[in-house]
């Protein structure tokens, strides 16, 4: 079962709901917000995103970086927007100062030395998925508290799409969580100790999807 937090009275502010993630990433290393972000605001980040798509501004996603960077579309098939944290829009800041607090709550609690923030868009058209993985690249260890913010409006278990997060029980047995994306909910955990994967959508998925990570 999913690690819940209850949903947040008065975002985007609201110390005890990062005290409840905090509490969360220090014992099973992940947890589930059902209402990280106001309807208003989720809907119209979705808004914002498909207008973007439409244009044309979202890539293929690939697998690796740098010279190893390369397009795998057995392995993913989602597209990507980056969010230029120079140049965000409106409501792209407003995303990130809500990201900047959690940040700060972490790091005051757990003291990981969480030092920024990096994210994109990831649009999931019809049939796409996201194989089984972990978000840390072989030759940078850096990347810490991954989170992941849905945008999907009315999702339902037969939409597919679930995030499979994968995990040992005390006995060494593996079990896996399924989380549906629905629309305002958010999931983090600890980007080094959860394989997962996205399961095949079967409509549009869209998410906000980033990572807290420490100085390389």
Request: glycine share 8%; net charge negative.
């Amino acid at each position: 079962m999913a690690f819940v937090v209850g949903a947040p009275e008065s975002p985007p502010e609201n110390p005890p709901l990062f005290e409840a993630v905090v509490e969360a990433l220090t014992g099973p290393g992940w947890c589930v917000i059902p209402d990280f972000l106001p309807d208003e605001t989720w809907r119209a980040l979705a808004a914002e995103a498909r207008d973007t798509y439409e244009d044309g501004g979202f890539r293929h996603a690939g697998v690796g970086r740098g010279e190893n960077f390369s397009i795998r579309p057995e392995i993913r098939n989602d597209r990507v927007r980056w969010i230029d944290p120079l140049e965000p829009t409106a409501l792209q800041q407003a995303w990130l100062d809500r990201v900047e607090s959690l940040r700060l709550a972490i790091n005051r609690e757990l003291m990981l030395g969480l030092f920024g923030f990096e994210g994109h868009f990831a649009l999931y058209p019809e049939g796409s998925f996201y194989k089984r993985h972990f978000d840390r690249f072989t030759d940078a260890a850096n990347r810490t508290v991954t989170l992941v913010q849905y945008l999907n409006e009315d999702w339902k278990p037969e939409d597919g799409g679930a995030l499979r997060i994968y995990q040992q029980s005390e006995s060494g047995a593996e079990f896996y969580s399924d989380v549906l994306p629905h629309g305002g909910s958010a999931v983090l955990f600890l980007t080094e100790k959860f394989a997962h994967e996205v399961l095949p959508a079967n409509r549009e998925r869209l998410s906000l999807t980033g990572w807290y990570f420490r100085r390389r």
